[in-house]
């Protein structure tokens, strides 16, 4: 079922595959819901101009509107739950654009985390299996799947964490069709610039070095390496910049931002969807 549904027209709802999915017509008017988490979330990020946060703003309502949101086993997916996934997506592209997100088509929301089977190689050979709990999910020219109680978990002040940001910064990574960790950068010597940083630093993790701010997970290949950076450039930027600053400046040329500038966002998400339960 599609929540809210005589609060706003919804021009295309479909079931298939235990899933229903919303896309909202083109021409209606805000949702004050939406609207109101929007501004609560996009105050937090305080290093960006007024021009940013305005393009933000903006690029949000456009991933919403123009993306196939579907809730799973039953959940439905609101207009404050879009706005919180829309606006953390687009802090990403702010400076660089949603063409950068053009593999996203379909926005899965699910509670909890599906099990399923990974596998890890080395030069071609399998040296492990195990059956995992995935919260985020990622495919290229596929669906982009989170789970909702990550997301809020992920809400928690200073948590230094975000399954919003990792996801898309995956699907930023695929821009090129390609999932190799190299977003698409603009100009060879960028692009060689930041393959030289990725590799050194994806080194420097599997030598055993203490890795913080980078969660052990960036270690597992250069696709993960760019997703963790990047939940670790908006979440934990001063901690990034002193222990791998290579690697914080060549995000900042990225992503054309520079969140250590000033202090990064306090409060949480959750708190955002339900201001009477922040402290």
Not at 72 to 85: D, E, F, H, K, T
Not at 136 to 149: F, I, M, N, V, Y
Request: proline share 5%.
């Amino acid at each position: 079922m599609v929540k809210d549904v005589g609060r706003h027209h919804v021009s295309q709802v479909g079931r298939h595959n235990g899933r229903m999915a919303t896309q909202r017509a083109g021409n209606e008017g805000p949702d004050p819901a939406w609207e109101d988490v929007a501004i609560r979330i996009l105050a937090r990020w305080d290093h960006l101009n007024a021009d940013e946060s305005a393009r933000l703003l903006e690029q949000a309502r456009v991933l919403d509107r123009t993306r196939s949101w579907e809730g799973l086993n039953g959940l439905s997916v609101s207009a404050s739950m879009r706005a919180l996934i829309a606006c953390q997506a687009c802090l990403l592209t702010v400076n660089i654009g949603l063409v950068v997100l053009r593999d996203v088509t379909s926005i899965l929301v699910g509670r909890g985390s599906v099990t399923k089977k990974t596998r890890h190689t080395l030069g071609g050979l399998v040296v492990s299996e195990a059956h995992a709990g995935v919260i985020g999910e990622t495919l290229l020219h596929g669906p982009l799947r989170l789970s909702w109680d990550q997301v809020e978990a992920d809400g928690q002040a200073d948590s230094g964490t975000s399954v919003v940001l990792h996801e898309f910064a995956h699907k930023i990574d695929m821009a090129d069709g390609m999932t190799d960790g190299n977003p698409p950068m603009v100009g060879r010597r960028r692009s060689m610039e930041w393959d030289r940083i990725s590799q050194e630093v994806l080194e420097d993790l599997r030598s055993g070095e203490p890795s913080a701010p980078l969660r052990d997970y960036a270690a597992t290949n250069r696709s993960e390496l760019f997703a963790v950076a990047t939940e670790a450039f908006f979440l934990r930027p001063l901690e990034l910049r002193s222990r791998f600053d290579s690697l914080y400046q060549a995000m900042l040329v990225f992503y054309g931002q520079d969140p250590a500038c000033r202090p990064p966002p306090r409060g949480s998400e959750e708190s955002a969807l339900n201001p009477r339960r922040s402290t």
